[in-house]
């Protein structure tokens, strides 16, 4: 906040309250959270820990509030709570900085009884309890009940302190639970010492009076200091508040991941649906995490237009990738640049022609098995950006044929986009996989659910080399207590070779099996999978490892 003259309009003033006082507020709809505001995203442990902090007298940091005439469009809940409208023709503060830390005070403190209380985390998380018998966990004294059990009573629900007749029966209910007249007095002098601590813990307010609304959200993305950073998205989306309107870039960034997860390509990362809608506007340095307030105001003018193209040019390129790529699903695309940098294409393309297509099927295969976006700097990604243009504008071809394929995963880790090249291959080779009873297994609903635990060991012996290849997994559903390694042996057995090929396991390998030589099996499976894998590779023009075997580096977000 060094630049005074951005604020010079606004007043400051210092203030210190009540927190029973702050938290009233918002339960009138006084004190409210503008829509610019990112999401409640505070982890469980981490309101337990505001709590501690509260009961041992520790600061929990100034609240920065604007106070403001003007309509601004804000939240309708916080904390879980609905709050209501703002008091017409009266001034409204909203929060600029404190957003996480009070709506988990908000939220739990004035929880009401009937709220839910279920297994679900959006359930349990907002009832925090302290045990009045004292027991640090982790250092932290309160806990939450994620248990479908009763709580047990000596545990005092926070919801309960604020509000004088609550606190008087959850106080009559200790005699019950406790074995002696000396251990209910103590329970109920130590629930009263946490009441108090609560009802007469005092907040630092800083009171913002005047400004515009531009400068108002300029101090709220500089401040930035919750304790969880803001991504460039966050930021910009909260940059660019006016030209959005109350539906936020962030708001309209999630409908767009809920449309392409909806069409049943699972979801796209919110970063990459953010680096799209900036390649869209013109902005080629998509990646830099510096000037987002400068790259807000360069934006800012385009976004509206660059959004609706993003959710219509997104859904062409999911098009693309299923059915001319085949690759089924979002979170096998091995890097998300190749996402972003499709949707440049088929933005500035007038129209795709054929030949088009086959380079871009090139370009995604090669880009993808060569690790050409591993570790993409901002200069490397603003050039593919520059000549993705140039191609889908006709004036220049993709720069690519010289990659060379990176050698058959040493580890199956799906960080690596060597891996989700390789699944993406191994899906294609295997469409038909055929469990024991030689039903079809559905392998991407696995896919789509499970992810890794999809592809199940045969050798699961510990210390077994080569264990963690890629050729020791396999899709198969097998009876409790039978192993993937016995049902393959118990299939070779039985001549059902349409079922074993069905999963790329030779005859030749399940000797290794039969024999218990693991080792030897993992590598003859290895050398037929990689060698198929190789035929696929130079099929498509591009040039294989000159080894058999490389490490899996984990090159993706």
């Not at 099929?539 to 490389?550: M, N, P, Q, R, Y």
Request: no cysteine; hydrophobic share 40%; charged share 25%.
């Amino acid at each position: 906040m060094g630049d005074v003259e951005v604020i010079k309009d606004i007043s400051v003033v210092p203030e210190v309250h009540f927190l029973e006082e702050v938290l009233e507020r918002i339960s009138r709809g006084e004190l409210r959270v503008p829509k610019f505001q990112r999401p409640f995203l505070w982890r469980p442990d981490q309101m337990l820990q505001l709590f501690d902090s509260m009961e041992r007298g520790y600061p929990m940091g100034s609240l920065l509030i604007w106070e403001t005439a003007m309509p601004l469009a804000s939240l309708d809940t916080i904390g879980g709570r609905s709050i209501p409208p703002a008091p017409e023709g009266a001034k409204v503060a909203y929060v600029l900085d404190g957003h996480q830390r009070l709506s988990t005070l908000f939220g739990v403190l004035h929880r009401s009884a009937d709220a839910p209380q279920s297994a679900q985390q959006e359930d349990w998380m907002w009832w925090v309890y302290r045990p009045l018998v004292r027991s640090d966990h982790g250092g932290v004294r309160y806990r939450h009940w994620k248990s479908g059990e009763a709580v047990p009573g000596n545990f005092l629900p926070m919801r309960s302190v604020l509000g004088t007749l609550d606190f008087l029966e959850y106080a009559r209910k200790l005699s019950d639970v406790s074995d002696s007249r000396e251990e209910a007095d103590g329970l109920t002098m130590e629930s009263e010492r946490i009441a108090r601590r609560v009802k007469n813990y005092k907040v630092s307010v800083v009171k913002m009076e005047g400004g515009t609304l531009q400068q108002a959200i300029e101090v709220f993305s500089r401040i930035n200091s919750s304790g969880q950073k803001m991504r460039p998205d966050q930021m910009v989306s909260a940059l660019t508040y006016e030209a959005t309107g109350p539906e936020t870039l962030s708001d309209k960034m999630e409908e767009i991941k809920g449309r392409v997860a909806a069409s049943g390509f699972g979801e796209i990362p919110i970063m990459t649906i953010f680096q799209t809608v900036l390649a869209l506007s013109g902005e080629e340095d998509v990646q830099r995490d510096t000037s987002w307030e400068t790259m807000a105001r360069k934006v800012q003018s385009q976004l509206t237009t660059a959004v609706e193209d993003t959710d219509r040019i997104l859904q062409v390129v999911v098009e693309f990738l299923r059915n001319e790529v085949r690759v089924p699903l979002a979170r096998l695309v091995p890097y998300n640049i190749q996402i972003m940098l499709l949707a440049v294409f088929f933005h500035f393309s007038d129209k795709a022609d054929a030949e088009q297509r086959d380079v871009l099927r090139s370009w995604f295969w090669t880009t993808s098995l060569a690790g050409t976006f591993a570790g993409a700097t901002t200069t490397q990604v603003r050039n593919s950006i520059q000549q993705m243009k140039a191609f889908a504008q006709g004036t220049s071809g993709l720069s690519f044929s010289g990659e060379r394929a990176r050698a058959f995963p040493a580890r199956f880790d799906l960080r690596s986009a060597r891996v989700r090249a390789y699944l993406l291959w191994d899906l294609q080779t295997f469409p038909e996989r055929k469990n024991l009873d030689g039903n079809t297994a559905n392998v991407l609903e696995k896919l789509a659910t499970a992810h890794t635990e999809t592809y199940r060991h045969i050798i699961t012996q510990s210390g077994v080399p080569g264990a963690s290849s890629p050729a020791n997994r396999i899709v198969m559903t097998t009876p409790p207590g039978v192993s993937i390694r016995q049902a393959l042996i118990k299939l070779a057995e039985e001549g059902r070779t349409d079922i074993l090929d069905s999963h790329g396991v030779s005859l030749a390998s399940i000797e290794y099996l039969k024999a218990e030589d693991y080792t030897d099996f993992i590598l003859a499976r290895q050398h037929e999978v990689a060698a198929r894998e190789r035929q696929f590779i130079e099929s498509l023009g591009i040039e294989s490892a000159d080894k058999e075997v490389g490490e899996a580096d984990i090159d993706t977000e």
